[in-house]
């Protein structure tokens, strides 16, 4: 049987790209152009890691997890918070007055939401599902992430299953945008 990574290990490598993304973009110098481009990209990742766990993880976790209800209640008011800050970034350039602060502020939800998750709710999922049952919702998250929406849409339901069935629609047309543009090729 082929390996594959399991939703924990492929959820926790997409915290620590996108930390890492994040890392690169508060070292470079305030007003740097360059920090548009890696924030385009940390946005292209951190929607479709949001979108997969919306549709996989926090369904399971309500399913399987005692109290799920409000571990995954919460991690989508995480998921809100920080869609809301991606996408009023997308709308400044790096020279806007607020676009720092708001980075920092990103970059700030961004940590205490992987802290929580590594902590406290794969742990728990960790105990409630099978090593199997880990792989194959491994597999479901990353296949979610393939057609995942690229930008972010705050106002769409976050909830299955109209959430399973805008996010593909929505990612077609994200895509085609950001091959139009060149975005996300830095």
């Known amino acids: 049987m082929e390996y594959s990574r ?41 929607v479709r890691h949001a979108v997969a766990e919306e549709e996989y993880l926090y369904p399971a976790v309500r399913e ?44 700030d939800e961004v940590r205490a939401h992987t802290r929580d998750e590594e902590q406290r ?25 393939k057609t995942a929406p690229t930008r972010p849409h705050p106002g769409a339901p976050v909830m299955p299953p109209a959430n399973k069935l805008l996010a593909a629609g929505l990612g077609l047309v994200d895509r085609a945008r950001d091959a139009l543009t060149g975005r996300g090729r830095s």
């Not at 994040?22 to 946005?43: C, F, M, N, Y």
């Not at 009023?88 to 990103?106: C, H, I, K, M, N």
């Open 6 to 46: 399991d939703v924990i290990a492929e959820l926790s490598g997409d915290h620590r790209e996108a930390l890492a993304l994040l890392q690169r973009i508060q070292a470079l110098p305030s007003g740097d152009k360059a920090r548009k481009d890696l924030l385009d990209e940390v946005t292209i990742d951190l």
């Open 121 to 145: 709710v794969f742990v728990l999922l960790r105990q409630a599902c099978s090593p199997k049952d880990l792989r194959e919702l491994g597999d479901k998250v990353r296949k979610a992430k």
């Open 64 to 107: 399987r997890i005692a109290h799920g209800d409000v571990l995954a209640d919460k991690e989508l008011a995480d998921h809100i918070r920080m869609e809301s800050l991606l996408k009023d970034l997308a709308g400044r350039t790096v020279e806007d007055a607020a676009f720092d602060r708001l980075v920092d502020d990103l970059i």
